[in-house]
């Protein structure tokens, strides 16, 4: 297996791109990322692209040769596959990649995430987002993705005493970042009370508990690093790339408020870094909900079970803090078009390893760490990536 | 959803059928084809028989919905739990005939047979398990029908009722 190394990284705005359609915002996000990488295009081996629903949102499946054909290259039949795992899809295109690159058998490939969301209204957009649910045993029975997490929420309140405004900080969290990401699908920023006092969606989660519905593209081109310096003069190496996957239904778990796919992929993850969690300056993770933050932290291993609430009160995963997490936004303020989702994780995290993020720039970033998650959890993808000095 | 999707399901919400590991005594809801917790795996397969369970358990967790399902949108809000049953399976139902507000983790519950939500274009009403209070002192007196007989002690699978 050789080294593998982030080349160039591209993006598009997220959000509620009305005037923009499905290829033409992955076209961007794959065009930016290729002249990033200063790679002719003759050199590129396939495409990989993480895409969760785009026959149910815009009908149309067979998405990796229209993305491929788009960017002009359907006349050179380069191989492009769809990658789908739920919200996790644009990690897991990104692991396929990862495989492609190591095992020698591609030099250069894209992966790309793209998702329109806006092209359906906001209703059929929410069920599409429940269909990573288990349909047959928690959809038919009244469960969407939220009242899902609420219910790990629930629970977690119940036997670790995590309160409703610890819920809410990590919402004040992602705005505040957000604030900062001119990419972002939201750059205002909110209070406590407001993320408190929104209209309820499935107590104890409100509005502002959640993530948007956004469209949005991003893309990484991938290499091995041995041929790194020849495209950029700050190469990121992928260290660690691992998915676990856990039973379908939450409440198929040994219990609901540990992810035992988060678990399973960091400790792979790590393993494979030869890292340990407090090594990360900067982590990428999946906030689609509140709760999923706070689970998400403790299950990753920044903090023991059950002290995700008060620790993150502390400000320890804030500015200065010794891990920040999030400084794109996060799925909550940057925005969750989901297979675009893990790619733009990534995204940013070579940002912050190249110090290019500008005002969002965590100052000393070495290594970061991007963790995406499908459903409640049935799939979670972890990338760990260091700068290649 | 097609009529033959649903109607495949019925054994199993019509009548909470479960499944159960002879090898290892593990029962499972919905059934399995194999035993997750058997070590081996494989020699599980043919070895699993069909199990009942009793419809009774206890809330785990729970919310209250607002933003509903589809096919749920006239019964907001409307609670939703995790049950677990004394044979061991966690089931995800609606929490009906009580305040959603009284609703709370160690509610004891027992299954009954309701109409879970109509599709729109086709009209197909898909009917399935929820869960009711045990203690009937919980339970909404307009949802207490008239004189309802106490299901007897080993009565089978869920109580079913009219609506």
């Known amino acids: ?389 | 959803m097609s009529v033959a999707r649903f109607w495949r399901e019925t054994p199993r919400r019509y009548n909470l059928g479960g499944s159960k590991c002879t090898m290892c005594g593990t029962v499972y809801f919905p059934p399995r084809a194999v035993c997750p917790e058997c070590t081996s795996h494989r020699q599980s397969i043919e070895k699993m028989v069909p199990y009942q369970l009793s419809g009774e358990g206890e809330v785990i967790s729970y919310t209250i919905v607002h933003d509903a399902a589809e096919g749920f949108e006239m019964q907001v809000p409307y609670a939703l739990g995790l049950v677990k049953t004394p044979e061991g399976p966690v089931l995800t139902g609606q929490i009906v005939d009580i305040e959603p507000e009284t609703v709370a983790i160690g509610l004891k519950v027992r299954a009954t047979f309701r109409k879970l939500r109509e599709e729109g274009a086709s009209g197909v009403i898909h009917y399935g398990y929820k869960f009711t209070p045990l203690d009937e002192s919980g339970i909404l007196p307009s949802a207490r029908g008239p004189a309802a007989p106490a299901p007897a002690k080993d009565a089978p699978g869920p109580e079913r009722t009219s609506t």
């Open chain 1, 1 to 389: 297996m050789r080294d593998v190394a982030v080349l160039g990284v591209g993006q598009t705005k997220f959000g509620e791109l009305w005037d923009r359609s499905f290829r033409e915002i992955g076209i961007e996000a794959g065009l930016q990322a290729l002249v990033d990488a200063k790679l002719s295009s003759q050199d590129l081996g396939g495409l990989f692209l993480g895409n969760m629903a785009s026959g149910a949102l815009i009908d149309q499946e067979h998405i990796a040769p229209l993305i491929l054909d788009a960017t002009g290259l359907g006349h050179r039949h380069l191989p492009a596959v769809r990658v789908e795992g739920g919200g996790a899809s644009g990690a897991l295109a990104l692991h396929q990649g990862y495989l492609a690159v190591a095992s020698g058998l591609y030099d250069y490939v894209v992966v790309g995430g793209a998702e329109k969301l806006t092209d359906v209204p906001d209703e059929t957009a929410s069920r599409i987002t429940s269909s990573a649910a288990d349909h047959e045993w928690e959809v038919v029975f009244g469960a969407t993705l939220p009242a899902l997490w609420a219910l790990v929420a629930r629970r977690h309140m119940h036997d670790f005493g995590t309160t409703r405004e610890e819920l809410a900080r990590v919402a004040v969290h992602a705005h505040e970042m957000g604030s900062k990401n001119p990419n972002a699908h939201y750059r205002n920023k909110l209070t406590l009370a407001q993320v408190m006092d929104a209209g309820p969606v499935a107590e104890p989660l409100g509005m502002l508990d959640c993530a948007p519905l956004s469209d949005g593209a991003a893309a990484v081109v991938l290499g091995p690093m041995e041929l790194a310096r020849k495209h950029t003069d700050t190469p990121v190496r992928i260290v660690a790339s691992q998915v676990a996957c856990d039973t379908m239904a939450l409440h198929h778990r040994r219990e609901i408020t540990r992810l035992e796919s988060t678990v399973v992929a960091a400790r792979r993850a790590f393993d494979q870094a030869r890292r340990i969690p407090s090594d990360v300056q900067v982590a990428e993770i999946h906030d689609a909900y509140t709760i999923s933050a706070l689970v998400s932290l403790e299950d990753l291993g920044f903090v023991d079970k059950g002290r995700a609430g008060p620790e993150f009160a502390t400000g320890r995963f804030g500015p200065g803090g010794k891990t920040v997490v999030n400084t794109s936004g996060g799925l909550k303020a940057q925005g969750r078009p989901f297979g675009a989702v893990g790619v733009a994780q990534v995204v940013e995290l070579v940002r912050q390893l190249r110090g290019e993020a500008k005002e969002r720039q965590v100052s000393g970033a070495n290594i970061g760490l991007a963790q995406d998650v499908g459903g409640t959890g049935a799939t979670t993808v972890v990338h760990i990536l260091e700068r290649a000095n």
